[in-house]
Nanobody, 122 residues
Framework: QLVESGGGSVQPGGSLRLSCAAS????????MGWFRQAPGKEREGVAS???????RYVDSVKGRFTISKDNAENTLYLQMNSLTPEDTAMYYC???????????????????RGQGTQVTVS
């Protein structure tokens, strides 16, 4: 139900925009989020957006990443600017129908999860 795209290779300082196409309406999803997992590291929440527009970011991406939704297109986005090699990871989108919504919510707490798109910064 969630399909990510937009990953790729970029030089440090560059930008990428990730997309997550949802098969169902994004406007009614209680919470949608982006996660990432670098080799040898645990998956971490990057950003979340609640149905009322409340947005949260992990500290390491604040000021550089922007999460947004296009409800008409049923698509979630993650605009990533000023990328660094530390941002290299597989990026995943997820959605949940109820419960707490924050960048700190774990992957297992989401009800719908995508397969990921690779981002490499070097």
């Amino acid at each position: 139900q969630l399909v990510e795209s937009g990953g790729g290779s970029v030089q440090p300082g560059g930008s990428l925009r990730l997309s997550c196409a949802a098969s169902g309406p994004t406007h009614s999803r209680h919470c949608m989020g982006w996660f990432r997992q670098a080799p040898g590291k645990e998956r971490e929440g990057v950003a979340s957006i609640r149905v009322d527009g409340n947005i949260r970011y992990v500290d390491s991406v604040k000021g550089r990443f922007t999460i947004s939704k296009d409800n008409a297109e049923n698509t979630l986005y993650l605009q990533m600017n000023s990328l660094t090699p530390e941002d290299t990871a597989m990026y995943y989108c997820a959605a949940k129908d109820y419960g707490f919504c924050s960048d700190s919510v774990g992957w297992a707490d989401y009800h719908y999860r995508g397969q990921g798109t690779q981002v490499t910064v070097s």
